[in-house]
């Protein structure tokens, strides 16, 4: 075990697939311009240059689209992990439809990569409202892991632990990270690192690693594709969220994250 190891997670969706209509349905994917190769592809250099191994949370409609690269990505010794059939968030379906999604969605990553899959993430970390409980079928569904609740307001609950923890007998949630525990809170992904000062997110990650308790980094293939379009039509605050501190974000994760054990969550599970 190292003092300085880091899970690495990323959620493997194109730069338009935002958790809204129109760009959460199954037609967005004919509307849109694919970068998700290019992103792809930027996303395995950076792992490889920094040594990381790390844990892709993969969308059941671009794996059908993308079968190959998904195999470059499980062959490169990163895990395969869900993200959903589709990016449509959990609690806009039912239980049910949800719980079947899940299922076809594992089967389908696990036949396409050759692995098996042991972790879930909820676009927009959706398993919260009237999903907030729906964690409960992932063990009986073959799942090791859930990183779905955030210890935020709106996309989850302040009063959510902030470190991973068991929530069942094998199985852990495994939140991300989050700046600050009182009222006032930043996510360390997305924009939160993006605009922060560099400083202040790299003893952040220097005090995750310290305590090795499985935080995982988030990162976008996208986010490392500065010249993707603009999106028409988003509010004031998706295009902030998704847009802000894209330029130069490569280099400074590369400084943010150098000398750090950058693992899979899978990794860091199995040590538990
Ligand atoms: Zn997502």
New binding site residues.
């Given amino acids: 075990m190292s003092p300085s190891r880091l899970p690495l997670s990323l959620?493997w969706?194109d730069w338009f697939?935002l958790?809204c209509p129109p760009f959460d349905r199954p037609g967005a994917l004919d509307r849109y311009e694919c970068r998700l190769e290019l992103a792809t592809e930027r996303s395995l250099a950076l792992c490889a240059d920094l040594g990381a191994k790390a844990t892709w949370?993969c969308?059941g409609d671009q794996a059908r689209r993308h079968p190959g690269l998904l195999r470059r990505i499980a062959e490169g010794g990163h895990a395969i992990a869900l993200?959903?059939l589709t990016?449509r968030r959990a609690f806009e379906m039912d239980r049910g439809e949800w719980r079947q999604a899940v299922r076809d969605g594992k089967a389908l990553l696990e036949d396409l990569a050759g692995t098996a899959v042991r972790g879930y993430?909820a676009?927009?970390w959706s398993l919260r409202g009237a999903a907030e409980d729906w964690w409960k079928d992932l063990p009986e569904l073959g799942f090791r892991y859930d990183s779905s609740r955030v210890p935020l307001a709106v996309i989850g609950r302040p009063a959510w632990p902030r470190r991973p923890h068991p929530l069942a007998a094998g199985f852990w949630e495994l939140p991300p990270p989050v700046l600050w525990s009182g009222p006032v809170r930043m996510p360390l992904w997305g924009w939160g690192p993006r605009v922060l000062p560099f400083s202040l997110v790299r003893r952040a990650l220097e005090t995750l690693a310290q305590e090795d308790a499985g935080t995982p980094l988030v990162l976008?293939p996208w986010e490392l594709d500065v010249e993707q379009p603009r999106l028409p039509g988003l509010t004031l605050g998706h295009r902030y969220t998704h847009g802000a501190g894209l330029r130069g974000y490569e280099g400074r994760l590369r400084d943010l994250w150098d000398g750090f054990q950058l693992t899979t969550l899978e990794a860091w599970v199995e040590s538990r």
């Fill in positions: 959620d969706e697939q958790c949370f969308l993200h959903g990016h993430r676009p927009e976008h």
